[in-house]
């Protein structure tokens, strides 16, 4: 999440405003707000509400689902893009190497040079009070985005503008959210890293050159690792807070396990601000090469989703 625009400019648009300050972006994971998996509250793993669905074939009219997606439509016109990304930055694939399930996937591809990347960007009215989100992935072979790069976000934006702010600590009632991405710790890690939550929420700590960048919730004991050249089934949940209360969770899960789950967390100060969005992205703040991500079988809900179930044979 990178410093924030005027109202008139994408989502995109206002990430390209962080040349100045990406040196400085992750400084702020290294003063974590969280480090390791909460015990606080106990999460479902494995099979979940996919596994009524063998391939997720239906899974769009289960009560609990709010958005499926297995671009076999072949375009993205059901997402609500801001910024009118077409080829080679999002293009739909259907090669059987790149698509997880079906015929069809979709490609973000960031090109070398300053701020490069690609988003699609479905918006979810009138908001909810927990989301989870899971979709499958694969980072190619050669990805390398050297240190900093943002993946995928849930948000609660109080107006759609306000996706892609950063260096600003959110008020409670503005905005909130958080980003599921790799990170290589400055080449510590291979690419493309160590996963966990980049966050922005009121209670987050300043970074120690002045602004506010997102906070680290990452287990490190051990690191989850991503690998490069195969497909993984990722998912998030973000739960809102009581407004008077530190109650609000986040949690991941990488194929079906979860690896990090993080409470008392104050998202919001009015019941007004629900989550509301789902950013898809691949953004690199100084690349050095075509970098590309492929996305497949995305599913929101207001339940454990969990990895595709197979179909009998």
């Known amino acids: 999440m ?26 702020a994971m290294l003063h974590s707000a969280a480090t390791a998996p909460s015990s606080a509250a106990r999460l479902l793993e494995g099979p979940g509400l996919a596994a009524k669905y063998p391939d997720d074939e239906g899974i769009e009219k289960d009560p609990a689902v709010l958005f499926a997606e297995g671009f076999e439509s072949g375009d993205v016109k059901r997402w609500d893009d801001l910024d009118g990304n077409k080829p080679p930055k999002v293009r739909i694939v259907e090669d059987d190497k790149l698509v997880h399930v079906g015929r069809r996937a979709v ?31 694969r980072f190619a072979a050669d990805f390398d985005q050297g240190n900093l790069m943002h993946f995928v976000h849930l948000a609660g934006l109080r107006e759609r503008w306000q996706l892609g702010r950063s260096g600003q600590k959110p008020d409670g009632t503005d905005f909130f959210c958080t980003a599921l991405e790799p990170w290589r710790d400055w080449g510590r890690n291979p690419a493309p890293g160590a996963i966990g939550f980049y966050t922005y929420y009121p209670d987050m700590k300043r970074d120690p050159s002045g602004p506010y960048y ?40 990488i194929d079906g396990k979860l690896k990090g789950h993080y409470t008392g967390i104050r998202w919001r100060t009015t019941e007004k601000l629900k989550v509301n969005c789902l950013w898809l992205l691949l953004y690199i703040h100084d690349n050095k090469q075509v970098n590309r991500v492929w996305f497949d079988d995305v599913v929101v809900a207001t339940e454990y989703i969990g990895p595709l179930a197979k179909p009998q044979r």
Not at 222 to 239: A, D, F, N, S, T
């Open 2 to 27: 990178m410093p924030h625009g005027v109202p008139i400019v994408s989502s995109m648009g206002r990430l390209a405003r962080a040349t100045s300050v990406t040196v400085l972006l992750w400084s």
């Open 107 to 137: 490609q973000l591809e960031a090109q070398p040079g300053k701020e490069a990347g690609a988003d699609v960007v479905k918006l979810l009215p009138p908001g909810h009070d927990v989301v989870y989100a899971r979709w499958c992935c």
């Open 214 to 253: 997102g906070n680290s919730f990452r287990p490190d004991n051990p690191p989850v690792l991503i690998e490069r050249g195969r497909w993984y089934c990722m998912e998030m949940m973000l739960k809102v807070n009581h407004p008077d209360r530190a109650d609000g969770e986040q949690a991941f899960w």
